[in-house]
């Protein structure tokens, strides 16, 4: 199965739900910061959109980077992007201070293209049209539901297109530099496992991050108005992860920001200082670290080894609506949903069952959620009846606005998630040669390219 950039997975279930609440997790300030006050969100989603530059500007050259023209209008798009995709209102005074950092990550991104280009790395129309479709589908959404949300916020869909062409691309070519190197032995997970077992006792933490890089020291100062601009967001309440995918300059934006349970002896010096005095939750301000400014959240703490837990795996079976529900005036066709949905409910005799009834009924969400850490479903009707329904029966019809679902608990158990699994240490091997590799070679291409900026 095609691992794409969560960003795409966030960013359209942010738009498909009009950025809702579900998606939006606010962050308090690290207690040495003052925390903005929220910035309310206006009931129009026209008043959200960033404003568009002037025609002239629009038509205008950004910048040339070995010859390739970055738009005004490349540009502002990009920042209609990010307005849409945080749910926040952008005012003028706000674009302004993004366009330089914008404008900078536009060209990061045209170096890492050009040289996606040089190595014949194709990521072909195909590729990106069957990403969409994935992304459509694993989050609900109808075929070209994409598209529409994003021409009625005025955002042209080449930027997202191009976006994630670049992500999947730079993706594919890091792992062929590595070549032997992306294979992790046994050798070096049971080593990593071994130093892990020697820290048994200690805290770790589950942070998450936004770089934003410095390549010259003249860019400190832009570099810095764009992270105080994303902070001031994100204790708004925009999410994390969905700015994280946008903006960030590391390979972690891969995943939204995250990077896992880490220990002390993983984190820069001065970002342990930080996440050791602030609360889960919290965004820090910008911290400044080995090229650029890191922004921190953290997702919690806990003494390595130990984090008892129970999980569960499901199954779901979704009926979707031809319409949205009126709860007070379903029509014939809803309620023969419902009724089909309650005739599977009685039907089904094990999660093979909602598998193929889920196939069946074309509803367009996944039948396998993956394993699920009970206290952590955010939503406490649905955490009680997973943690309640006795495995191998299937719930009542579950009624939303957009369908019908019926869920199954396949099993549950109690887990010590303190100790990784052999994956997980093999995961965070690779993603650390990964993230290696990625700066190494940005820093190459950046040190030979020819850049022209444009007022």
Same mark, same amino acid.
């Given at each position: 199965?095609?691992?794409?950039?969560?960003?795409?997975?966030?960013?359209?279930?942010?738009?498909?739900?009009?950025?809702?609440?579900?998606?939006?997790?606010?962050?308090?300030?690290?207690?040495?910061?003052?925390?903005?006050?929220?910035?309310?969100?206006?009931?129009?989603?026209?008043?959200?959109?960033?404003?568009?530059?002037?025609?002239?500007?629009?038509?205008?050259?950004?910048?040339?980077?070995?010859?390739?023209?970055?738009?005004?209008?490349?540009?502002?798009?990009?920042?209609?992007?990010?307005?849409?995709?945080?749910?926040?209102?952008?005012?003028?005074?706000? %674009?302004?201070?993004? $366009?330089? @950092?914008? +404008?900078? =990550? !536009?060209?990061?991104? #045209? *170096?890492?293209?050009?040289? /996606?280009? &040089?190595?014949?790395?194709?990521?072909?129309?195909?590729?990106?049209?069957?990403?969409?479709?994935?992304?459509?589908?694993?989050?609900?959404?109808?075929?070209?539901?994409?598209?529409?949300?994003?021409?009625?916020?005025?955002?042209? %869909?080449?930027?997202? $297109?191009? @976006?994630? +062409?670049? =992500? !999947?691309?730079?993706? #594919? *070519?890091?792992?062929?530099? /590595?070549? &032997?190197?992306?294979?992790?032995?046994?050798?070096?997970?049971?080593?990593?496992?071994?130093?892990?077992?020697?820290?048994?006792?200690?805290?770790?933490?589950?942070?998450?991050?936004?770089?934003?890089?410095?390549?010259?020291?003249?860019?400190?100062?832009?570099?810095?108005?764009?992270?105080?601009?994303?902070?001031?967001?994100?204790?708004?309440?925009?999410?994390?992860?969905?700015?994280?995918?946008?903006?960030?300059?590391?390979?972690?934006?891969?995943?939204?920001?995250?990077?896992?349970?880490?220990?002390?002896?993983?984190?820069?010096?001065?970002?342990?200082?930080?996440?050791?005095?602030?609360?889960?939750?919290?965004?820090?301000?910008?911290?400044?670290?080995?090229?650029?400014?890191?922004?921190?959240?953290?997702?919690?703490?806990?003494?390595?080894?130990?984090?008892?837990?129970?999980?569960?795996?499901?199954?779901?079976?979704?009926?979707?609506?031809?319409?949205?529900?009126?709860?007070?005036?379903?029509?014939?066709?809803?309620?023969?949903?419902?009724?089909?949905?309650?005739?599977?409910?009685?039907?089904?005799?094990?999660?093979?069952?909602?598998?193929?009834?889920?196939?069946?009924?074309?509803?367009?969400?996944?039948?396998?959620?993956?394993?699920?850490?009970?206290?952590?479903?955010?939503?406490?009707?649905?955490?009680?009846?997973?943690?309640?329904?006795?495995?191998?029966?299937?719930?009542?019809?579950?009624?939303?606005?957009?369908?019908?679902?019926?869920?199954?608990?396949?099993?549950?158990?109690?887990?010590?998630?303190?100790?990784?699994?052999?994956?997980?240490?093999?995961?965070?091997?690779?993603?650390?040669?990964?993230?290696?590799?990625?700066?190494?070679?940005?820093?190459?291409?950046?040190?030979?390219?020819?850049?022209?900026?444009?007022?």
């Amino acid at each position: 199965m095609r691992v794409l950039p969560p960003l795409f997975a966030l960013l359209l279930a942010a738009i498909a739900a009009g950025v809702s609440a579900a998606l939006v997790q606010p962050a308090v300030a690290q207690p040495a910061v003052t925390q903005p006050g929220a910035t309310a969100q206006p009931a129009d989603p026209a008043a959200r959109r960033a404003p568009r530059l002037s025609a002239g500007q629009g038509a205008g050259i950004a910048a040339v980077v070995n010859g390739d023209v970055i738009s005004n209008g490349d540009v502002d798009n990009r920042a209609r992007l990010f307005a849409l995709s945080t749910g926040l209102p952008m005012s003028s005074d706000v %674009l302004e201070r993004l $366009i330089p @950092q914008v +404008r900078r =990550q !536009l060209i990061d991104e #045209r *170096l890492r293209l050009q040289e /996606l280009q &040089r190595r014949s790395v194709v990521v072909s129309d195909r590729d990106i049209a069957a990403a969409i479709t994935e992304i459509e589908a694993s989050n609900g959404m109808p075929p070209g539901l994409m598209r529409r949300r994003l021409a009625a916020e005025g955002v042209d %869909l080449r930027t997202m $297109i191009d @976006q994630l +062409r670049v =992500q !999947l691309g730079w993706s #594919r *070519l890091l792992r062929e530099l /590595l070549g &032997r190197n992306a294979e992790v032995s046994a050798t070096e997970t049971t080593e990593l496992e071994a130093a892990l077992r020697g820290q048994v006792g200690q805290t770790e933490f589950r942070v998450a991050e936004i770089f934003v890089p410095i390549g010259e020291a003249r860019q400190a100062s832009d570099a810095q108005r764009f992270a105080d601009t994303i902070i001031a967001q994100l204790r708004a309440g925009a999410s994390f992860g969905v700015v994280a995918a946008q903006f960030s300059q590391s390979q972690t934006a891969l995943q939204g920001g995250d990077l896992g349970w880490v220990q002390p002896n993983q984190l820069d010096a001065e970002v342990l200082r930080v996440v050791q005095i602030m609360p889960a939750g919290a965004v820090s301000n910008p911290i400044r670290v080995p090229g650029g400014f890191s922004i921190i959240t953290l997702r919690g703490k806990r003494v390595i080894g130990t984090d008892n837990a129970t999980v569960a795996t499901i199954r779901q079976a979704f009926f979707p609506f031809a319409t949205r529900l009126n709860p007070a005036a379903p029509t014939d066709a809803q309620r023969a949903v419902l009724e089909k949905a309650r005739a599977a409910a009685a039907a089904v005799r094990s999660c093979e069952d909602v598998d193929r009834v889920n196939t069946d009924a074309a509803g367009g969400r996944a039948a396998d959620p993956g394993e699920l850490r009970i206290d952590a479903i955010p939503n406490a009707p649905l955490r009680e009846l997973i943690g309640t329904l006795p495995t191998g029966k299937a719930s009542q019809p579950l009624i939303a606005e957009d369908g019908v679902a019926v869920i199954m608990v396949c099993s549950r158990e109690a887990k010590n998630l303190g100790v990784p699994t052999q994956r997980e240490l093999s995961q965070r091997i690779l993603g650390e040669r990964v993230e290696l590799t990625g700066r190494q070679l940005m820093r190459e291409l950046q040190r030979r390219a020819v850049i022209d900026l444009r007022s």
